[in-house]
């Protein structure tokens, strides 16, 4: 089974930066896709950002230049930098492991203008 944990949202000014974690098991996890999706209240949710098992990131257009995803497989944990936040940010954030359903708890992300 499936576990994704995520952690380290908060609420952070504007311009300000953050780090997500996702700790994952249950998965083959050195050689999967993991991904981040983001959740904002009354919207759908979207694709933030990807990586491969070999490390090759994939970003949305609206956070291209800002964020940073990265993997370390030898602790099952993918990570997302964030920086130069935006109110538009505000969300809710999930990982995922591409191939999979489930979904973590998600940690909601603040930013105050």
């Known amino acids: 089974q499936v576990q994704l944990v995520e952690s380290g949202g908060g609420l952070v000014q504007a311009g300000g930066s953050l780090r997500l974690s996702c700790a994952a098991s249950?998965?083959?996890?050195?050689?999967?896709?993991m991904g981040w999706y983001r959740q904002a209240p009354g919207k759908q949710r979207e694709f933030v950002a990807s990586?491969?098992?070999?490390?090759?990131?994939n970003y949305a257009s609206s956070v291209k230049g800002r964020f940073t995803i990265s993997r370390d497989n030898a602790k099952n944990t993918v990570y997302l930098q964030m920086n130069s936040l935006r109110p538009e940010d505000t969300a809710m954030y999930y990982c995922?492991?591409?191939?999979?359903?489930?979904w973590g708890q998600g940690t909601q992300v603040t930013v105050s203008s």
């Open positions: 990586i491969s098992g070999g490390g090759t990131p």
């Open positions: 995922k492991a591409f191939g999979d359903t489930s």
């Open positions: 249950g998965i083959f996890f050195s050689s999967g896709v």
